[in-house]
Structure formats: structure tokens, C-alpha cells
């Protein structure tokens, strides 16, 4: 008595099948739904519409968008440097002092290139437009290097208290002493 194997699971069967084009559902397609365009289809398309190129306008357009954009990046990280200015304290440790440094050396070498930042953005149409652009990334940089500043007068480290300059002061002459001066 022969037994033949029985039949695989159905879930075998659909695994095994190609998928149909399209599942058996009795739903409809969501609102804004496209179907996918079969290969011929997008041929068709792509032959009908061809993209033109941009015009010098929308290039200065999308030049000074993006220098816009570049000159309040500073801007944008004044709040996380504040909370890491905050954090650090105001004692003097290498985390707090490496903190300040940064805040320092990142503006200052950001201003000096700035003609090279912004270089890519420069074309005949852009260039007068630029100076405005130019003139707020300054000002950022500016703002981040004033919270340097700050820090470094919450740590103590600026002479700001008439005690600090005290190796410059001379000595008091008194209009008149309750004593001598040759008994002191």
C-alpha cells in the first residue's frame, strides 16, 4: 500500500504563486492615492513631459535661499551652546574651558572665511543681494561669540572688579592721619 505525500498547505501554494497585479480587495483606494505606472505607461510619460531647465532667476532664487539659510545657522546654535555653557558650571575644569575656546574659535574662523563660505552663492544677479546675507551671518557669529564672553565673566576670568587691577594702583596719599607717620 502506497501512500502518496498530501497536498502542501495552502499558505505553501500562495507563497510559490506570482503575486497577482493587483490584491482581491473589496476596499476602495484612499482619497490621493496613484496607482504605479506599469513600464509602458511611464514611457509614455516621460516622453510627454519633459522637465525644463531652470531659468538664471530661479538659480539666484535658490542661491539665496540656501546663503539666507547658511547666514542664521549660527543663530540656530546659540540655544544648545547656552544649555551646554549652563551645564558645564563656573568652576575652571578642561570641559568648561574647552567648552569656551569653542565657543571662541568657532566664530572668529567662521567671520575670517567668509568670503569663501560664500563663494558658491556669488553670480552677477546675487552679488548686491549678498551683502545684507553676509552682513546677519556676521551679526550671528557675533552672538556666539558674546555668550563666550559671558561665560568667561561667570567663570571670573575677566577683569571686571576694581580689585583686579589693584598691581596698577598706586599708593594712597591721606589728607590727614590720626597718627604720625613715623610711628606706623
Keep these: 500500500m502506497s501512500s502518496s505525500p498530501p497536498p502542501p498547505p495552502q499558505w505553501v501554494l500562495d507563497?510559490?504563486?506570482?503575486?497577482?497585479?493587483?490584491?482581491?480587495?473589496?476596499?476602495p483606494d484612499p482619497p490621493g492615492y496613484t496607482a504605479?505606472?506599469?513600464?509602458?505607461?511611464?514611457?509614455?510619460?516621460?516622453?510627454?513631459?519633459?522637465?525644463?531647465?531652470?531659468?538664471e532667476e530661479d538659480m539666484d532664487t535658490l542661491k539665496m535661499k540656501k546663503a539666507?539659510?547658511?547666514?542664521?545657522?549660527?543663530?540656530?546654535?546659540?540655544?544648545?551652546?547656552?544649555?551646554?555653557?549652563?551645564?558645564?558650571?563656573?568652576?575652571l575644569q578642561i570641559f568648561s574651558i574647552f567648552m569656551v575656546f569653542?565657543?571662541?574659535?568657532?566664530?572668529?574662523?567662521?567671520?575670517i572665511a567668509l568670503q569663501r563660505t560664500f563663494a558658491p552663492f556669488e553670480t552677477p544677479g546675487t552679488s548686491g543681494r549678498l551683502l545684507g546675507v553676509k552682513a546677519v551671518y556676521i551679526l550671528t557669529n557675533l552672538l556666539a561669540l558674546s555668550l563666550g564672553i559671558w561665560k568667561?565673566?561667570?567663570?571670573?576670568?575677566?577683569?571686571t572688579t576694581r580689585s583686579d587691577w589693584l598691581a596698577?594702583?598706586?599708593?594712597?596719599?591721606?589728607?590727614?592721619r590720626a597718627?604720625?607717620?613715623?610711628?606706623?
Design 152 to 159: 568667561v565673566n561667570q567663570m571670573g576670568l575677566l577683569p
Design 102 to 111: 569653542t565657543l571662541f574659535k568657532t566664530p572668529i574662523l567662521a567671520v
Design 68 to 91: 539666507w539659510e547658511l547666514a542664521i545657522a549660527p543663530a540656530k546654535q546659540l540655544p544648545m551652546n547656552a544649555i551646554g555653557m549652563y551645564m558645564t558650571g563656573n568652576t
Design 179 to 184: 597718627v604720625p607717620r613715623e610711628w606706623l
Design 15 to 27: 507563497l510559490k504563486s506570482t503575486p497577482s497585479s493587483k490584491p482581491k480587495s473589496s476596499f
Design 36 to 55: 504605479p505606472l506599469s513600464a509602458k505607461q511611464r514611457a509614455q510619460s516621460s516622453k510627454t513631459a519633459v522637465r525644463q531647465p531652470p531659468t
Design 168 to 176: 596698577w594702583e598706586g599708593e594712597r596719599t591721606w589728607s590727614e
